[in-house]
T-cell receptor, first 114, second 113 residues
Framework: DTAVSQTPKYLVTQMGNDKSIKCEQN?????MYWYKQDSKKFLKIMFS???????INETVPNRFSPKSPDKAHLNLHINSLELGDSAVYFC?????????????FGNGTRLTVT | GNSVTQMEGPVTLSEEAFLTINCTYT??????LFWYVQYPGEGLQLLLK?????DKGSNKGFEATYRKETTSFHLEKGSVQVSDSAVYFC????????????FGGGTRLMVKP
């Protein structure tokens, strides 16, 4: 009964490849997010979608393209992978209609670019 | 913009010691404040929150008080256990779209038996 699930858990790939990470939530939330956690554990927001619409797009290279086919799914596609993309990527969800509703996080996808 | 600063780790304590992890913030308006915990290999879990000044959030023996005058939200626990070893993140949610969180840099806590 995982609330926020991401696949894959680990992803090892070479520079220049294109890869996708999938995220699904079964909490009925209306907002989903992608966060990037670097090697020093620092977390930075990348994107946020509310009811399939992009509402936050931080300064992320356009090689990163999120896609939300419905409000329960938010996938992240990355083109032309670079060494600096190596990180742990976390998906999260919340009920934005409820102010200060906490975020629920997936267990992360560890991306290693060689 | 919004920002959160927390003490750098690692913090190493013996079991049953008192824990304080400092957190200060910068934000416009009236943010809500959170502490999240990340155990090894897992995602972040909400530990506690406070939504207005002087509120105290508490959970599992941890507590933090929202101090607007000092823009702080320090995490405390009276007696830590080995199972508390994790990375702790202070975060704020401002008057922005969709409950987005701004995180501090995280503080690793190691508790030794």
């Amino acid at each position: 009964d995982t609330a926020v699930s991401q696949t894959p858990k680990y992803l090892v790939t070479q520079m220049g490849n294109d890869k996708s990470i999938k995220c699904e939530q079964n909490l009925g939330h209306d907002t989903m997010y992608w966060y990037k956690q670097d090697s020093k554990k620092f977390l930075k927001i990348m994107f946020s979608y509310n009811n399939k619409e992009l509402i936050i797009n931080e300064t992320v290279p356009n090689r990163f393209s999120p896609k939300s086919p419905d409000k329960a799914h938010l996938n992240l596609h990355i083109n032309s992978l670079e060494l600096g993309d190596s990180a742990v990527y976390f998906c999260a969800s919340s009920q934005a209609r409820v102010r200060n509703s906490p975020l629920h996080f997936g267990n992360g996808t560890r991306l290693t670019v060689t | 913009g919004n920002s959160v600063t927390q003490m750098e780790g690692p913090v190493t304590l013996s079991e049953e010691a008192f824990l304080t992890i400092n957190c200060t913030y910068t934000a416009t308006g009236y943010p809500s404040l959170f502490w999240y915990v990340q155990y090894p290999g897992e995602g972040l879990q909400l530990l506690l929150k406070a939504t207005k000044a002087d509120d105290k959030g508490s959970n599992k023996g941890f507590e933090a008080t929202y101090r607007k005058e000092t823009t702080s939200f320090h995490l405390e626990k009276g007696s830590v256990q080995v199972s508390d070893s994790a990375v702790y993140f202070c975060a704020l949610s401002g008057d922005n779209a969709g409950n987005m969180l701004t995180f501090g840099g995280g503080t690793r806590l190691m508790v030794k038996p």
